[in-house]
């Protein structure tokens, strides 16, 4: 049965049709549901000596879940993360567990073992999960001892560690396991290699110059009679500044002269007490409470 209408009717029926268009189109209502990410996105970005590390990757949470030969199998290639593949970029050239690899951006892949994980470096940064993965492209495959945590780690994690003036550790965090790898740069060549430019050419001797490779040598536990001579040099050439003779100080302790080194350090504490460097006062107090337990004389 059809029903014809009149013209007022059929335009009284568009007119409706266009209101409810209208109200879905203000109503505000989203064309889809957006949820947050299960695994969200991280970065990281760390200097190691002179190299800038950038770690770029996703993290997904156990939720309940038995991950390490479970959601994670044993002896399996593994994206290192979820979704796109983890991203590690070094500025400059780099070592990972003593093997050379070129300044770059590299995806993270590793093949988890209950004892030790085989960590991989491949040149495609492509990937999606680990289809695709050649291993002709690896730069660096090294085994790594892995380590049972103590600490619940819910999200998995990588970060960079115990950083020094050269070199830190990438650690992988999760569950109850940890498994770290290290990371050296050149930093250290390049530093030595001024300190022996520097110290060749008299016009360049400064006292600033001189404390500062006597720092380097201090921080990097090198040769402390040189140390001390270079240190020695500085406040001949600007005088007594209560910050370079804390660093003597220190250089005559680590050469266990503690006579000394509590000697000097006072003066350096009565220098910082008149430029109201309550810093360098508290620090040289502590350091000669040190040091005294040593020389109980002083």
Same mark, same amino acid.
């Given at each position: 049965m059809y029903i014809r209408l009149n013209s007022n009717a059929m335009s009284r029926c568009r007119n409706i049709g266009l209101i409810i268009l209208t109200l879905f189109a203000s109503s505000g209502l989203p064309a889809q549901i957006e949820t947050p990410l299960l695994s969200p996105r991280a970065k990281i970005e760390q200097e190691v000596g002179f190299t800038k590390v950038n770690i770029n990757y996703s993290r997904p949470s156990m939720r309940q879940r038995i991950i390490f030969d479970n959601v994670v199998p044993y002896g399996k290639l593994w994206r290192t993360g979820a979704n796109e593949c983890t991203t590690m970029a070094f500025s400059e050239d780099v070592r990972i567990g003593g093997e050379?690899?070129?300044? %770059?951006?590299? $995806?993270?892949?590793? &093949?988890?073992?209950? /004892?030790?994980?085989?960590? !991989? @470096?491949?040149?495609?940064?492509?990937?999606?999960?680990?289809? %695709?993965?050649? $291993?002709?492209?690896? &730069?660096?495959?090294? /085994?790594?001892?892995?380590? !049972? @945590?103590?600490?619940?780690?819910?999200?998995?994690?990588?970060?960079?560690?115990?950083?020094?003036?050269?070199t830190a550790n990438i650690r992988i965090l999760w569950e109850n396991t940890i498994v770290k790898f290290l990371v050296?740069?050149?930093?250290?060549?390049?530093?030595?290699?001024?300190?022996?430019?520097?110290?060749?050419?008299?016009?360049?001797?400064?006292?600033?110059?001189?404390?500062?490779?006597?720092?380097?040598?201090?921080?990097?536990?090198?040769?402390?009679?040189?140390?001390?001579?270079?240190?020695?040099?500085?406040?001949?050439?600007?005088?007594?500044?209560?910050?370079?003779?804390?660093?003597?100080?220190?250089?005559?302790?680590?050469?266990?002269?503690?006579?000394?080194?509590?000697?000097?350090?006072?003066?350096?504490?009565?220098l910082a007490e008149k430029d109201q460097q309550e810093g360098f006062v508290q620090m040289n107090k502590k350091a000669i409470e040190q040091w005294q337990k040593m020389h109980p004389h002083e």
């Open positions: 050379y690899v070129p300044a %770059g951006k590299y $995806s993270l892949l590793t &093949i988890p073992k209950s /004892d030790k994980w085989v960590v !991989i @470096l491949n040149l495609d940064t492509t990937l999606i999960g680990t289809d %695709g993965y050649v $291993s002709d492209q690896d &730069i660096v495959r090294i /085994d790594v001892k892995s380590e !049972i @945590l103590h600490d619940h780690v819910e999200t998995f994690t990588i970060d960079i560690g115990e950083v020094t003036q050269s050296s740069t050149d930093a250290d060549r390049k530093v030595m290699k001024q300190i022996e430019a520097s110290m060749r050419d008299p016009i360049t001797k400064v006292g600033q110059m001189y404390y500062t490779a006597a720092n380097y040598f201090f921080n990097t536990h090198r040769d402390m009679d040189q140390a001390l001579e270079w240190v020695n040099k500085s406040l001949e050439i600007n005088g007594n500044q209560y910050w370079v003779l804390r660093l003597k100080s220190q250089i005559l302790a680590e050469k266990s002269d503690f006579r000394a080194a509590i000697r000097v350090a006072r003066l350096s504490m009565d």
